[in-house]
């Protein structure tokens, strides 16, 4: 398996990822619009393949955001579900952990429905009101906005 920054040639693969999540209300949608638009952010996981022939199956998507000076949000990890409980999911979030150390930030925290497998990361469940640039930028525009059922997670760099 090898972990790269996204290109666009991933971002059907990004959005069936997302979609299939998406469809059984464990994640948030993800319009193939506003993948393109934010694929800078995305790092996938892609098989190692020896074929020059045929190009590599995406195995795992996620993105990190950075949301102010000391703040970063890691969102949209979704693993091919043919691939589950194989550490990939935790490989992701390791990857762009280092890539928020090498950015120089502070923190880092994901919103989500899985707070178990965050928690098993050393993430730690944080009220959503400590976040308050993130509640002001997504939040904001979500159709979950009223009835929110994530849970907040940090992760403290330093």
Known sequence: MIIRKAIV???KAIHALIGCYAEIDR???RSIADIYENLQLFMVAVEDSDSQQ??????ACCALQIIWSDLAEIKSLAVDKSCANQGIGRTM??????EARQ????RVFTLTLEPVFFE???????DKESLPMKV??????CPKQDRCDETALIYDLK
């Open 120 to 126: 098993k990361l050393d993430f730690i469940r944080a």
């Open 54 to 59: 045929s190009p590599s199956r995406i195995l």
């Open 93 to 98: 979030v390791e990857s762009l952990l280092d």
């Open 9 to 11: 040639s991933d971002v």
């Open 103 to 106: 950015l120089g930030l502070e």
């Open 27 to 29: 994640m948030l949608f």
């Open 136 to 141: 002001w930028s997504d939040c904001a525009k």
